[in-house]
């Protein structure tokens, strides 16, 4: 046969695969969203993923909205439109960068988590020991850090957002001079609620994208403790690269709903 279709097969195999993989264990998981409620692992992964992510995203956010207020103002004052700062900072930390680097920020660090803590559960028979018990895996350790992902990642947004035009006022107004009414008021004049809702909504999705990759990751750990570190790489690897190709085309599936 043809090297070339040879090489194509079988790359297209081992990328179908994990796919498939992902799939059935986000379909699994949703399945397993019934009572009886695992409420204390629940409230244990919403402290690892919300309480102890906080610094971690304000830091982010912080530094990030002052960056981007500076590097606009320096540009925008060629033109004499520093007072249109203001806007840039909230719109772009609103739609792209305040989503986006919190969730890259987080598959950094619950992703890792994630994959980590269920692949040494894997290695050590763990995962199979909850069998014997008769207690699904899916549903003990999947659906709570589903549940905190999907419920805390935009809590964490709003707080990069937040932070981010906080700072970037801060420099702006108090560092470059910029007229502090005006540049509220461009950026509460032309910014709306879907720019804020637009963001929550990719946070959302991001969340789902960080547990399900991080626990498949872990459900699939091979070879001890080496395997454990190819499983936490593999999973923030993956998680970062499937956010940035879901930014890209949720960007156009806003467009075409024109809420964009």
Known sequence: MNPI??????????????????????????????????RENIVNQ??????????????????????????TYYQFHKLTVETAVGLVVGLSMTRELGPVLAGLMLAGRIGAAFASEIGTMTVTEQVDALHTLATDPVKYLVVPRLIACAALVPILTIITVFIGIAGGYVVGVKMFGINGTYYLRNMSEYMCPWDIMGGLVKAFIFGIVIAIIGCYKGFNTEGGAEGVGRATTGAVVTSCILILILDFFIVFIYKGLGVG
């Open 5 to 38: 279709i040879d090489f194509l097969s079988y790359n297209l195999r081992r990328m179908a695969i994990p796919v498939g993989g992902v799939g059935l264990l986000f379909i699994n998981t949703i399945k397993s969203f019934r009572p009886p409620w695992e």
């Open 46 to 71: 919403m402290v690892q993923v919300g309480v102890m992510s906080l610094p971690v995203v304000m830091i982010t956010g912080l530094f990030t909205g002052m960056v981007l207020a500076a590097q």
